[in-house]
């Protein structure tokens, strides 16, 4: 089996994707995070480094929380998504 | 009125129904199960005192047989191997199981009882009158409620809201990344070496984390594989590491690669899970509300063990018994709710908690996930080795290993650690 890339592995699972993102990101506040963990510990890779800024998508979340708990600045407003809407697992 | 249908918000709700008492499980996936990721193996004994012989209708994957821990180093593993014919006891046995299949049945449990479920509606507030929980907000529903037993999970917003939320913070969440890798039923059973309705359950310690605080772990289900890494938020953040690749070198590890060969990956999920004890345990009630399961931090990690499901039924049992007692007095103030707390710490959960109170700090012991396993594994080497020199005794291999990497002043200590702890 070779390494899969994230998109490959997201494509796995089922999605209903609400065009409105349920957590909001503070890309201004992120600027001034020297650390920056959402890049680590978000397992969708959500969160990316672009153009020296942090951008997330919500389209592939796990509604694990990691980012959540993670976040040293207060720059992320977390929420479920809305009912019916994110992630369905097959399996789980 | 209980939020969230996983295991401890089923239990909750299926006890209430059972009595004959008027319940509403709601829960914000499209299905029961829907949002939901287990890590663990389920242990028969808390669900059969509640649904006897569950194993014969609910959809467990496989009974678990075979117990693998396994101490990995890049290239080789140590293990202890233990196989029981364990076919004549289902009843204490533990349970592979996925839960978007098993927390349906559950919850259709709870609809057989009288309960009533809804899904796809999510609990976006609490309603308060006179300073207590009086039901919740779900989109523009208000829905009134006597009592609300939040059972919404490790990222508990319901507990969160009424000021009874877990403080999570790196340091006491672990991070499980998980694949279900696809295998026939017949590949399983030969390379596991398994019954047809027999299972392994494998936990590992070492390279699967590169030696960072956390464990890999390997279940058989019937027709696919779990296998995954648990990683404490903090050691992934620390060392700029993310789960995924943890997972990815996990799996291509000499040792796993083989029981995972010919697979095909099928789902890729991720979760929470409370790893702090006792000392993360939040308020659990107030008036007109109680807190159960993950949401609740009611999981147990000693390093032998990462055990939440039964601790999810048995506090999702021991909230409902709570509700009954007060409906009984009509009086679901806090003291009349602190029968929960009561009845918990006369059961294992808080028990087992309490007795492993100093095991979540043990497990800080950045040696357990690096030096030892390394040495195991270098160790077996020079025991298993026959190079035509002289040979040494298993104690002098010892010491000749440990040399430069451990005193053996450091290794009492941590034994002896180990031995309070685990």
Redesign the interface.
Known sequence: MSEMTMEQRLALNHYDVDTEAHIKVKPDVCQECDRQPCLYVCPAECFKFKEGKISFSHEGCLECGSCRISCPREAIEWSYPRAGFGISYEYG | MVVGAGPAGCAAAYTLAKAGIEVLLIE????A??????GGVLYGSVLNELIPEFWKEAPVERRVQRHVISMLSEKSSVSIDFNTDNSGHPESAGYTV??????RWFARKVEEAGGMVIT???ADDLIWEDGRVAGIV??DDKIAAKVVIAADG??S?LADKAGLGVS???DN?N?G?K??IKLPRETIEQRFNVTADGGAAMHFLGFCTRGIHGGGFLYT?QE?LSLGVVVQ?KA??EN?????ELL?SF??HPTVREW??G?T????????VPAGGLRMLPQLYTDGMLVAGDAAALVLATGRALEGLNFAVASGVAAAEAVKIAREKDDFSQQTLSQYAKLLSESFVLQDLMRFYGAPQFLENSRLYGIYPELACSLAEKVFEVDGNPKMTAWQLSREEMKGKISLWQFVRDAMAARKTL
């Not at chain 2, 700029?240 to 995924?244: D, E, F, I, P, Y």
């Not at chain 2, 990956?265 to 929470?272: F, G």
């Open positions: 914000r996936s499209k299905f199960g829907g949002k939901n990721v287990t996925l839960r978007a299949k098993f927390d796809g509606s999510r779900a989109g490790v990222n917003l999570l913070a790196p969440v991070q990344v694949e279900i289900n696919s938020l992934l953040i700029k590491l993310k789960g995924v990815e799996k291509e995972v060969k697979g990956p099928v789902e890729y999920s991720a979760r929470l």
